[in-house]
């Protein structure tokens, strides 16, 4: 789901209206989201909390709790020192990210391994739930021949993906080590081509190494 202040919160507020005027819509195209209700009620609120996460708001970043950087005098391409060291916006991105030169690809960066890491819990939580099923209906055949290989397909690749993307945010990379930082799709692809090694850039070293 996309995440946005303003189309998340209009998307809510309709989800909320047909929960409880569903019995009296007389359209015809609005009663046909009727029985979609709770779900888009569900929809509109997680892209208005994501809208938060992403500070955007009808793709504006939104400058409410003062940004901790001082743009006072800043040129373009210049580094903005912070104003304090330990100062931290209190709610999602600094809105600073808007008029960064690399604005879109750490945006577009940040949603797509936020995405990829939701997705994955959601999936492995499916592959638990089939378990769970199997084990209800004595099913052991999809027990064992489904679950486990699902299991340790999902563990041993995407799992592992999202704790290179935990792993590679949690590091603190500098000015002299950014440049080595590895490619969490380059270390992807060379699971099978090179048994995990990273790119030339890291000495072919594993990402955690």
């Known amino acids: 789901m996309f995440g946005d202040i303003a189309h998340g919160f209009l998307l809510f507020m309709f989800g909320v209206f047909l929960c409880f005027k569903h019995k009296e819509i007389n359209n015809f195209v609005i009663k046909m989201l009727a029985p979609h209700r709770y779900l888009i009620t569900m929809m509109g609120f997680f892209a208005f909390y994501n809208g938060w996460i992403y500070n955007d708001f009808m793709s504006i970043s939104l400058n409410i709790f003062d940004s901790c950087y001082d743009l006072k005098g800043a040129e373009p391409g210049e580094i903005i020192p912070k104003k304090s060291e330990g100062c931290v916006y209190p709610i999602g991105l600094d809105p600073v990210w808007a008029i960064a030169q690399n ?5 577009n960066s940040l949603k797509m391994k936020i995405s990829v890491v939701i997705a994955i819990v959601h999936m492995t939580v ?11 209906y004595k099913k052991w055949l999809d027990f064992i021949f489904e679950f486990i290989p699902q299991l340790a ?9 999202d ?16 440049q080595d930082a590895p490619s969490i799709i380059t270390t992807m692809i060379n699971l099978p081509l090179k048994l995990g090694k990273t790119a030339d850039c890291c000495g072919g070293m594993p990402m955690w190494g």
């Open 103 to 107: 604005n879109l690809n750490y945006v």
């Open 163 to 178: 704790f290179l993307i935990i792993y590679k945010w949690l590091k603190p990379w500098n000015e002299d080590t950014i």
């Open 126 to 136: 499916g592959i638990f739930v089939k378990a769970s099923n199997a084990i209800f």
């Open 153 to 161: 397909f999902m563990t041993v690749l995407f799992a592992y993906m």
